[in-house]
Structures are given as structure tokens and as C-alpha cells.
């Protein structure tokens, strides 16, 4: 049947993508199998873990929980492509400094999500920031590091940026 | 795991996703949130795909005749902002943010979450709560089936295998309604080990009505009514004492610690009822 693959045209990382998928081809392993943007982590498969958050039309989704399809006509935006701008660059030097990361594997997915709480704006509370990345697992750090880290980029951009 | 193959059909209109439903084996795909992680782990291997996103008019919130009427593919991030829900139906908004991750609300649709029936899911509860109802189209038309009657087993739902849910209905909020929502879970966001949402209507110092609807106690949402009654009388103890649910074991707790907690949150959940005033 043709309709088990299908043509996609998409903008990923501000670079238009025209390519054939399988329907059953998940958007992270679209990213990382067809286009090598490795960034994007595979953990659970289930939208459990949040490795693979990534961000879709501006908002954060999981990407082993849309298929590559759904993206037809979309703007997706990964680690490779927030890196780059420059928009991360102070959560991911915070992450460093901290040692918010052991092994790097959940990074990623933190840092994106972490993004998306700090492009609200304000400096959330500590409760705030654990509730917001509590979609995402990190088994090294016990987490404590990563919620210095974005509580500090949350204070430095309040205050470079009135 | 990766998903089994399927075919994929994005439906132009409401007709055509009703008429695609009757292909052996097709699913409908709204948000995906539960769905593709049951792609994923092949606990289901749909022949097609049926896409409802991009569907026009299935995802607007509207307050009319005094009903918010929350369209199907709206998603759960829309409703949290929405200010119609916030104002006229305080219980879903007070229970959103209880609902898995930011990343899955910004997927996640009202009418998937509905037409999913998970037992331990808080919008069920609250449909139940609120004495709601769900608007579903099928081949034969639209029409309402009330929150009581739509539940009916685990994963079960009255939907005919040709029927796409629309729209929830729910009673907007007035002067003398009272709400109150708690849950249990290991992690902000996970499914609850036991839940609660509740609706009132207050009178004098007590109430003409409560409503509580227990999640992640059986197969369903389920209703307390012995402990309504008590409640309506405003004795708590009582209204404890009353709870005749009896949930099984599952991989959370056990059976009898759940009947425990759902006495913790009825206690907190009544503290809540004689204290919000909307």
C-alpha cells in the first residue's frame, strides 16, 4: 500500500528537508536515522524519559511521540539547530560549570525543555523548575545540579535583560 | 521497540475519517501521547493510521448557554492558557497541570484523553465529576452521550467503532459551585496511584450536591455516592467511613492502600469544597 510511505517537506533547523518516510518512522528517528542529528536522544521509546525533546512549530514535544509524517509542513527545531543560534548557549556553559551532566545522555532533552520554561520569562522557583523538567530523566546527577544551573540562567538573563 | 508497519491517512474532513474508521483494524490519531507509545511497544498494531489533526473547527473552546464546550483536538497546553476554563470550568483547569509533562500537554487532546478512557486519567474524572457529557459523530450523525454512560469498562468507552469523539460538554461554573481535585502519583505528571475530583453545589453553610468521581480505584472513574450522601450532610468521618470502593492491586499499590489514600484525599478534597469560592 502507499500509503506506508510518504513524502514529507519540512523546515529542520531553519533548512528545508524534502524526504520519503516509512509512516511508522518516529520523528527522533527521523532526525537521528535520515537526517544524522544525533543530538536528539533515544531513552525509552514510551514518552517516559524526555531524552528526545525536541521542539515542533515552537513548542516542545516528545519525539518518539509524533511520527516523522505528522511533521509534514512543520518547523522543527533540535539541540544541533538551538545550539548553533546561540539561544543555549548559556544553559549549556551553567550545565558545564555545574556539572549538571555526568554521562550526557538525558542533556539534550533537559536543555530544550529547560528553554522552554525560561522563554516564559521571570526567575520560576526551585518547586517550579523540578515540576517543569519532571518529564525528564536524568539518572546520574540526582538532578539537584541541573536545578542550580537552570535557577542560574533564570537570574542572569532576569538581570542582563530587564 | 519501533512500531509495526502501518499505513497513514491524513483525513480532510470528519466525514472522511468516519468513513476511513470502518477499515479493519484503522485507529484514529489525535494527540498520540498514549497511542504511539502503544505503536512503540507493539501493544497495538493498527492496520492504518487515521490523522485527525489539521481537522478544521474540532479544537475551540466556547462558553454557550451557560455550557463550556471544549472541541476534541484541543490540546491539553490550549486549555491550561484558556481563560473560558479557567473562569467557567475551574475543575479541568485546576486539574491540567496535574497531566503528564509540557512536552506532552503541548500534544495531548481533551477528546483523546476522553475517547481513551484510562482509568487512572484525570479528565474522565472531572467529565464524571461535572456531570458532563461527550459529543461524538458517527456514520448515523452527532449526538451526546452523558459522562455516566460513556464509561464503561477499562479502555471501554460507549463509542461505536465508526464514532470519533468532537466535544465535551460541561455545566459552566455558578456562584454556588464549589470544586476540588487531588491526586497521588510517585512523580509529578505519572498516572495517579489514586485520584480525585470533585464538584459541589454549596447551599447555606452546607451543600445541595456533591459529586465525587475516584480515579485509579477500578476500571473506570467511579462515583462515591454513599460518601456523597454523608458529604451533603458535611460530616467528613462519615463520608469516610461510607467510601465502598475497592480497588485491585496494581504495580503502584496495593488494593487496600488505595483505600486508604482515597480517604486522605476525600478529607482534602472536602477541605477544598468548603473553601474555594470561585
Same mark, same amino acid.
Given at each position: 500500500?502507499?500509503?506506508?510511505?510518504?513524502?514529507?517537506s519540512l523546515?529542520?533547523n531553519?533548512?528545508?528537508?524534502?524526504?520519503?518516510?516509512?509512516a511508522?518512522?518516529?520523528?527522533?528517528d527521523f532526525?537521528?536515522e535520515?537526517?544524522a542529528?544525533?543530538?536528539?536522544?533515544?531513552?525509552?521509546e514510551? %514518552?517516559v +524519559?524526555?531524552?528526545?525533546? !525536541?521542539?515542533?512549530?515552537?513548542?516542545i514535544? &516528545?519525539?518518539?511521540?509524533?511520527l516523522a509524517v505528522?511533521?509534514?509542513g512543520?518547523?522543527v527545531e533540535?539541540?544541533?539547530?538551538l545550539?548553533d543560534?546561540?539561544e543555549?548557549a548559556?544553559l549549556?556553559a551553567?550545565?558545564?560549570?555545574?556539572n549538571?551532566l555526568q554521562? %550526557?545522555? +538525558?542533556?539534550p532533552?533537559m !536543555?530544550v525543555?529547560?528553554?522552554e520554561?525560561l &522563554?516564559r520569562g521571570?526567575v520560576p522557583?526551585?518547586?517550579?523548575?523540578?515540576e517543569?523538567?519532571s518529564g525528564?530523566?536524568c539518572r546520574?546527577?540526582?538532578?539537584h545540579a541541573?536545578v542550580d544551573?537552570?535557577e542560574?540562567v533564570a537570574?542572569q538573563r532576569a538581570?542582563?535583560k530587564? | 521497540?519501533k512500531?509495526?508497519?502501518?499505513?497513514y491517512?491524513?483525513?480532510r474532513s470528519?466525514?472522511?475519517?468516519v468513513?476511513?474508521?470502518?477499515?479493519?483494524?484503522?485507529r484514529?490519531?489525535?494527540?498520540?501521547?498514549?497511542l504511539?507509545?502503544?505503536?512503540?511497544?507493539?501493544?497495538s498494531?493498527p492496520s492504518l493510521?487515521?490523522?485527525?489533526n489539521g481537522l478544521n473547527g474540532?479544537?475551540?473552546?466556547?462558553?454557550?448557554?451557560?455550557?463550556v464546550?471544549i472541541?476534541a483536538?484541543?490540546r491539553h497546553?490550549?486549555?491550561?492558557?484558556?481563560?473560558i476554563i479557567?473562569?467557567?470550568?475551574?475543575?479541568?483547569?485546576?486539574?491540567?497541570?496535574?497531566i503528564?509533562?509540557p512536552a506532552?500537554?503541548?500534544?495531548?487532546?481533551?477528546?483523546g484523553s476522553?475517547?481513551?478512557a484510562d482509568?487512572?486519567a484525570e479528565l474522565?474524572?472531572?467529565?464524571?465529576?461535572?456531570g458532563g457529557e461527550?459529543?461524538a459523530?458517527?456514520?448515523k450523525g452527532?449526538r451526546?452521550i452523558a459522562a455516566?454512560?460513556?464509561?464503561?469498562?477499562l479502555f471501554?468507552?460507549?463509542?461505536?467503532?465508526q464514532?470519533?469523539v468532537t466535544a465535551i460538554?460541561?455545566?459552566?461554573?455558578?456562584a454556588?459551585?464549589?470544586?476540588?481535585f487531588a491526586?497521588?502519583?510517585?512523580?509529578?505528571?505519572?498516572?495517579a496511584?489514586v485520584g480525585?475530583?470533585?464538584?459541589?453545589r454549596a447551599?447555606?453553610?452546607?451543600?445541595?450536591?456533591v459529586r465525587?468521581s475516584f480515579?485509579?480505584v477500578?476500571?473506570t472513574?467511579?462515583?462515591a455516592k454513599?460518601?456523597?450522601?454523608?458529604?451533603?450532610?458535611?460530616?467528613?468521618?462519615?463520608?469516610?467511613a461510607?467510601?465502598?470502593?475497592?480497588?485491585?492491586d496494581?504495580?503502584?499499590?496495593?488494593?487496600a492502600?488505595?483505600r486508604?489514600l482515597?480517604?486522605?484525599?476525600?478529607r482534602?478534597v472536602?477541605k477544598q469544597?468548603t473553601e474555594?469560592?470561585l
Amino acid at each position: 500500500m502507499s500509503d506506508l510511505s510518504i513524502d514529507i517537506s519540512l523546515i529542520v533547523n531553519g533548512e528545508t528537508v524534502n524526504e520519503r518516510v516509512d509512516a511508522r518512522k518516529t520523528l527522533v528517528d527521523f532526525l537521528r536515522e535520515d537526517l544524522a542529528l544525533t543530538g536528539s536522544h533515544v531513552g525509552c521509546e514510551h %514518552g517516559v +524519559c524526555g531524552a528526545c525533546t !525536541v521542539r515542533v512549530n515552537g513548542e516542545i514535544v &516528545r519525539g518518539c511521540l509524533m511520527l516523522a509524517v505528522q511533521c509534514d509542513g512543520a518547523m522543527v527545531e533540535t539541540i544541533e539547530g538551538l545550539s548553533d543560534s546561540g539561544e543555549v548557549a548559556d544553559l549549556q556553559a551553567a550545565f558545564e560549570q555545574r556539572n549538571a551532566l555526568q554521562c %550526557g545522555y +538525558c542533556t539534550p532533552g533537559m !536543555v530544550v525543555a529547560a528553554q522552554e520554561l525560561l &522563554r516564559r520569562g521571570g526567575v520560576p522557583s526551585r518547586e517550579a523548575i523540578r515540576e517543569f523538567l519532571s518529564g525528564n530523566y536524568c539518572r546520574c546527577t540526582g538532578y539537584h545540579a541541573i536545578v542550580d544551573a537552570v535557577e542560574a540562567v533564570a537570574q542572569q538573563r532576569a538581570e542582563g535583560k530587564p | 521497540m519501533k512500531p509495526a508497519p502501518f499505513a497513514y491517512k491524513k483525513a480532510r474532513s470528519l466525514d472522511e475519517a468516519v468513513s476511513l474508521l470502518a477499515e479493519k483494524d484503522a485507529r484514529l490519531l489525535a494527540g498520540g501521547q498514549s497511542l504511539i507509545a502503544t505503536l512503540n511497544m507493539r501493544l497495538s498494531s493498527p492496520s492504518l493510521l487515521i490523522d485527525l489533526n489539521g481537522l478544521n473547527g474540532l479544537n475551540g473552546i466556547t462558553l454557550k448557554n451557560n455550557v463550556v464546550e471544549i472541541g476534541a483536538l484541543t490540546r491539553h497546553a490550549q486549555a491550561e492558557r484558556s481563560e473560558i476554563i479557567a473562569r467557567h470550568a475551574p475543575l479541568i483547569a485546576r486539574a491540567l497541570p496535574h497531566i503528564a509533562h509540557p512536552a506532552i500537554r503541548n500534544r495531548g487532546t481533551i477528546g483523546g484523553s476522553i475517547a481513551y478512557a484510562d482509568p487512572a486519567a484525570e479528565l474522565p474524572a472531572c467529565l464524571l465529576a461535572l456531570g458532563g457529557e461527550v459529543v461524538a459523530t458517527g456514520p448515523k450523525g452527532a449526538r451526546r452521550i452523558a459522562a455516566e454512560d460513556f464509561f464503561k469498562g477499562l479502555f471501554e468507552t460507549a463509542l461505536g467503532p465508526q464514532e470519533i469523539v468532537t466535544a465535551i460538554r460541561v455545566p459552566a461554573a455558578i456562584a454556588q459551585t464549589r470544586i476540588g481535585f487531588a491526586e497521588l502519583a510517585r512523580r509529578h505528571g505519572d498516572y495517579a496511584v489514586v485520584g480525585l475530583a470533585a464538584s459541589a453545589r454549596a447551599a447555606g453553610r452546607g451543600f445541595a450536591t456533591v459529586r465525587l468521581s475516584f480515579f485509579g480505584v477500578g476500571a473506570t472513574p467511579l462515583r462515591a455516592k454513599k460518601a456523597e450522601t454523608a458529604l451533603e450532610r458535611s460530616d467528613v468521618d462519615a463520608a469516610v467511613a461510607a467510601l465502598d470502593l475497592e480497588p485491585p492491586d496494581d504495580v503502584q499499590a496495593s488494593g487496600a492502600v488505595k483505600r486508604h489514600l482515597a480517604g486522605v484525599l476525600l478529607r482534602r478534597v472536602a477541605k477544598q469544597l468548603t473553601e474555594t469560592r470561585l
